[in-house]
């Protein structure tokens, strides 16, 4: 054990010596502070700008005037999708998905105004947030700490001393590694602790902690791996400038080409309908409902012989209840499905891109780091979904209890004219989304999950399946 | 006789250089094969542009094609005494953007923004900033298209052939025997000769490619139009450019007196520099600077203004009306009862409503695009992609001037069916072939102007790259044959004694 730390504290002195490391710890380190801070201040505007304008939004709903409730309809509500708590950490999907969405009658609309929206194509470059610190850049500066780790004792010809010293092969690499994983946690630890500060003063509510727990956890391993991938290239490298060359193209691989590349696999293989593709076939699937608003629609003539049976009376205008609004809510319950059964064609669409992005993080760690980091922070494209599912919900009981409104408390007779008093308007319920679980989105990320355990288990099978090598790599080579 | 002799065999001993250290370069391990990956990935991206352009060109299709579906739909649902007013609130006219074939290279902000849209009569900001189909998971891991080959990957590849160019020889102490041939200055030219060949056959080749797969007009294209003057022309010299501007990096850190692994840490830091940290860094600073609160303020008053008017006078909406359109001021309505020609007044008042918060957004966004084209300049990859996407017609810019193609449809269309609406006409009275149709937004501005300020920056960023390493090394002191040859640690740093 005593080897172990020996062998560790020869590391850190020799990266504390080299004026190039210390310098990028401390860009990185500086960085990770500067990430926080500013994906904080951004997070922390955008949720108060949403706040503000949902109050707005609200309180112009509560103080509608004395209105036709058909009207209402029309006017509609709007929603601001609210941001997970950790968004700041790892802002996930959310730039690329709506956050307001205006519900009305008739229509699912999509949500409109996310940021990348309103970005340049600096943005297409990557974004500069605590994730992408921890998830680009930390594994670039633990392999500029130890990409010389083992390879340079060799070229220096120190390796041999230390094995001769009684150091065996795998102490030597585990104190390597434990070097080199003290870097890292340097570097990382100023964003930990401010991304706590910030959680502890949110309130430090038992969720929070928890998804800030699992951010940890899946960092903590995803580097992990890096450092243990470093040591086995170095130990396998006969010189150091090959181990370099060998881990940055690792990583240019694994963090830079994969993603992009899986994202043109999955468009390739599973195409998306354009917005105008998908517009013209609701547009095509709707006009097999007839119109609501004309309550003569012969669509509707099976459900009008069902209710003037039901009444036993002989014309809609002798129905008790008002006949518009039981066809406005016929129609509005026919649309909906129709739109709700388009919309899950889209996203089954999105389900099978998504499967091919899961399979080819088994092949690149970090694309399944990031599925784990945004599904633990809170903004995967399930959170966005279920805002959408849950804002689709809340439309369709606010129409449908207009549309009763409508039918009881509206007479046929010169429906247009009439009007509802304001206390209707407050006593609908307001809009609330939540979050998925923390458990669920975990457990719907198998694959991630086994990605990650992949690759630690591979460098460390490596390690030990090559440790009794250590001394003869590359010897032929130096002595020649 | 005699000179060209000298001349020749000059030419010949150049040719043989170059040729030796091309076929070292290539038998050395992973760059062949990074090559060949570099070249299949580019093919791949190529070809996904080009099924981009061609999924862009079928939407619009679509669009027309839904359009003339929902028209003939309407007129068949509707009997020929309903007022053109009632359809006219369900029709959904197109107004396609067309999409460049260089889009294919540099795909910008397609993904995310809708080019295809379909414009009702109305209220208009609600309208214009439709979203495209896009998976969030998909944008937020990022896109390969053919300039982020060009301008991210390509540069890590000439780091891998040049960053060793001179330590490498001399950590395998065969610099001095190669000095035997030639005079180091001459050697230094032919090695990077030899990188310069390798590395501009392979942009060659995957520009080839890209034009092959996409039939880019890279000649005879018409001087205007959104492929027109020179567009082609000014992004393959961008893309050089660029390529010469690492090259210029790679020579000013490499010739320097450091060791391979030094030189490889240094340019890969300042790859990361460049072409992550500095856009990101920029990105951020822009959002700061310039934030957009105007995108949820105009989505509120459009709603508000449009739905007030329902409570209202008709009066009161119309000599709002009249305000934007005094053409029409002779025109009164009934106050008690409806009308089409009051409810697309409703609906105009509504845009009223969003004018002042729409027009700020889109300064918003203007600001944003300029202050970003502006700092970009200093960022070499990122002028250049700038450079590309407008180029291509996919930046923020040409976004806006589609949204303003848009609003001009829009007006046209008001004032094509105004009179019908004020006269209350019926569905048989609108000769629907005459309605107008849109007309696309034009690039925005020359193609010189936006490759030009890219490719001076390209030029001044590499000259200075070249002038400070210059600079640096007749500072540099001790330059003892010792002090050249002997082996450094991994800081570049001679180890006294060292093994060679």
């Known amino acids: 054990m005593s080897n172990i730390l020996l062998i560790a504290r020869r590391q850190v002195g020799a990266m504390r010596e080299d004026r ?4 990028l710890l401390g860009l990185v380190a500086a960085l990770g502070i500067v990430s926080v801070l500013a994906a904080r201040h951004h997070a922390a505007s955008e949720a108060e700008q949403r706040a503000r304008y949902q109050a707005v939004v609200d309180r112009q709903w509560a103080e509608q005037p004395e209105r036709h409730p058909h009207r209402v309809i029309h006017y509609g509500f709007l929603v601001f999708r609210e941001e997970a708590p950790l968004a700041f950490f790892d802002p996930g999907v959310g730039a690329f998905a709506g956050t307001s969405l205006f519900l009305e009658g008739h229509r699912q609309n999509s949500a409109s105004f996310g940021d990348a929206r309103h970005a340049t194509a600096m943005l297409s470059f990557g974004r500069l947030t605590p994730a992408a610190v921890l998830g680009l850049l930390l594994p670039l500066l633990i392999v500029a700490a130890g990409f010389a780790s083992v390879s340079g004792e060799r070229e220096k010809g120190t390796l041999p001393l230390i094995l001769a010293q009684g150091a065996t092969p795998a102490r030597i690499m585990a104190g390597k590694a434990l070097g080199i994983g003290a870097a890292a946690v340097v570097a990382a630890l100023p964003i930990a602790l401010v991304t706590a ?11 929070a902690v928890a998804r800030m727990l699992a951010l940890a956890a899946t960092y903590a391993a995803y580097l992990a791996g890096w450092v243990l991938l470093t040591v086995w290239v170095s130990s396998r490298s006969a010189s150091s400038r090959a181990a370099l060359a060998r881990l ?4 240019v691989v694994l ?3 994969a993603p992009r590349l899986g994202t043109s696999l999955a468009n390739a293989l599973h195409p998306m309908p354009s917005r105008a593709e998908f517009t013209a076939q609701v547009e095509e699937a709707q006009r097999q409902v007839g119109d609501s608003h004309n309550p003569d629609d012969p669509f509707f003539s099976a459900l009008r012989d069902e209710y003037l049976a039901r009444y036993q009376v002989a014309s809609v205008e002798e129905l008790p209840i008002n006949w518009a609004g039981v066809v406005s809510r016929e129609g509005e319950a026919a649309t909906s499905r129709i739109n709700e059964e388009q919309h899950q064609e889209l996203l089954a669409v999105h389900r099978r891109q998504d499967r091919v992005m899961a399979w080819l993080g088994l092949l690149s760690p970090h694309l399944a780091a990031r599925d784990l980091s945004m599904a633990a922070a809170g903004t995967g494209p399930e959170a966005v979904e279920a805002f959408r599912s849950q804002a689709e919900a809340h439309r369709y009981a606010i129409i449908q209890r207009l549309n009763d ?5 509206i007479h046929y007779e010169n429906d247009r004219a009439q009007r509802l008093a304001r206390q209707h308007w407050t006593q609908f319920p307001v809009f609330r989304s939540d979050l998925p679980s923390l458990r669920r989105v975990l457990a719907d990320r198998p694959l991630s999950l086994a990605a990650l355990g992949l690759w630690i288990a591979l460098p460390l099978a490596g390690l030990g399946l090559g440790r009794k090598r250590l001394p003869r790599v590359g010897v032929d080579r130096l002595s020649r | 006789m005699r000179a060209g002799q000298v001349k020749s065999s000059g030419a010949t001993a150049w040719a043989r250089l170059i040729r030796l250290e091309l076929a070292r370069v290539m038998r050395s391990g992973g760059v062949t094969v990074a090559a060949v990956l570099l070249l299949g990935l580019g093919i791949h991206a190529a070809w996904q542009g080009n099924r981009r352009i061609q999924a862009a060109e079928d939407a619009a299709a679509v669009a027309e094609t839904a359009y003339r579906d929902q028209l003939a739909h309407l007129i068949s649902r509707y009997p020929p005494t309903t007022e053109a007013g009632e359809l006219l609130y369900y029709l959904a006219l197109p107004a396609s953007q067309p999409v460049s074939r260089l889009s294919a290279l540099a795909s910008g902000r397609t993904e995310v923004e809708s080019a295809n849209l379909r414009i009702r009569l109305l209220a208009l900001e609600g309208q214009l900033y439709e979203q495209e189909t896009l998976n969030p998971r998909l944008a937020a891991a990022g896109k390969l298209d053919l300039a982020f080959l060009l301008i991210a990957l390509i540069p890590l590849f000439v780091i891998a052939v040049t960053y060793d160019i001179v330590s490498g020889e001399r950590e395998r ?3 001095d025997m190669a000095r035997l041939f030639a005079r180091p200055r001459r050697l230094l030219a032919g090695k990077i000769g030899a990188r310069v060949i390798l590395v501009g056959g392979l942009v060659t080749a995957l520009a080839l490619a890209g034009a092959f797969l996409v039939e880019a007009p890279l000649i005879g294209a018409s001087p205007t139009g959104i492929d027109g003057g020179g ?9 050089a450019l660029h390529t010469l501007f690492w090259f210029a990096l790679c020579l000013g850190v490499a010739t320097r007196r450091r060791s391979s692994t030094a030189n490889a840490m240094i340019l890969v830091g ?6 992550f940290l500095a856009p990101a860094v920029l990105s951020l600073a822009n959002a700061v600077l310039h934030p957009v609160p105007e995108a949820l303020e105009l989505t509120v008053r459009q709603r508000q203004g449009y739905h007030e008017a329902w409570d209202l006078p008709p009066s009161v909406t119309m000599e709002d009306f009249y305000k934007d359109y005094p053409e029409w001021s002779d025109q009164t309505v009934p106050e008690d009862e409806f009308t089409w020609a009051w409810y697309y007044a409703m609906n105009h008042r509504g845009d009223q409503a969003a004018r002042d918060a729409s027009l700020a957004y889109r300064d918003v966004l203007t600001q944003r695009d300029e202050w970003a084209r502006r700092w970009s300049l200093l960022v070499p990859p990122l002028a250049t992609r700038l450079a590309l996407d407008r180029l291509a017609a996919t930046d923020l810019a040409s976004q806006l001037a589609y949204q303003d193609a848009v609003r001009r449809y829009h007006e046209r269309l008001k004032a094509h069916f105004l009179p019908i609406l004020f006269a209350a006409a019926p569905i048989p009275q609108v000769d629907w072939e005459r309605v107008p149709s849109f007309e696309p937004a034009a690039p925005a501005g020359q193609a010189s102007q936006a490759g030009f300020p890219a490719a001076t920056a390209l030029v001044l960023a590499s000259i200075c790259v070249l002038l400070v390493a210059r600079i640096r090394a007749t500072r540099a002191p001790g330059r003892t044959e010792a002090a050249r040859f002997g082996p450094t640690d991994r800081a570049g740093r001679r180890i006294p004694g060292g093994r060679r």
Do not use: K, M, S
Request: glycine share 12%.
């Open chain 1, 20 to 23: 190039y490391f210390v310098f």
């Open chain 1, 197 to 207: 500060a910030f959680v502890a003063a949110g309130g430090g509510d038992q969720p």
């Open chain 1, 248 to 251: 940055v193209a690792i990583w």
């Open chain 1, 255 to 257: 963090c830079v080409a």
């Open chain 1, 405 to 409: 409104l409508h039918t009881h408390e």
């Open chain 2, 173 to 175: 102490g065969t610099w």
């Open chain 2, 231 to 239: 567009r082609a022309g000014w992004a393959a010299a961008l893309v």
């Open chain 2, 270 to 275: 300042a790859w990361v520099a460049l072409t």
